[in-house]
Nanobody
Framework: VQLQASGGGLVQAGGSLRLSCAAS????????TGWFRQAPGKDRESVAA????????YYADSVKGRFTISRDNAKNTVYLQMNSLKPEDTAVYSC?????????????????WGQGTLVTVSS
């Protein structure tokens, strides 16, 4: 599976962005997907995850109520809608996929990783 993340950019605090993670190479429906982010000088952290059907979701406490993860298996794409963005959301966001139906915040549960997309939130 090859993953391509897009949708990052510069936004003011309180604004919104939608990230996309497009998959190719294999049937994406069988894969669970997670979004991770890494801020400058910090470790990478899990943001959200979704199982293959979209029925199970996970959100980090820091983004609950502001971010929404979803997927369109017909388009082989997973989305991360980010609302009410804060300066502390500034990071490189990456998507990752693993075969099977689960939601996980652990990096080692995901075999395939896409390149990151930079999100910058100005105050």
């Amino acid at each position: 599976v090859q993953l391509q993340a897009s949708g990052g950019g510069l936004v003011q605090a309180g604004g919104s962005l939608r990230l996309s993670c497009a998959a190719s190479g294999r049937t994406f429906i069988a894969y669970s997907t997670g979004w991770f982010r890494q801020a400058p000088g910090k470790d990478r952290e899990s943001v959200a995850a979704i199982n293959w059907s979209g029925g199970n979701l996970y959100y980090a406490d820091s983004v609950k109520g502001r971010f929404t993860i979803s997927r369109d298996n017909a388009k082989n794409t997973v989305y991360l809608q980010m609302n009410s963005l804060k300066p502390e959301d500034t990071a490189v966001y990456s998507c990752a996929a693993g075969y099977g139906s689960y939601t996980s915040r652990r990096e080692y549960d995901y075999r395939y990783w896409g390149q990151g997309t930079l999100v910058t939130v100005s105050s």
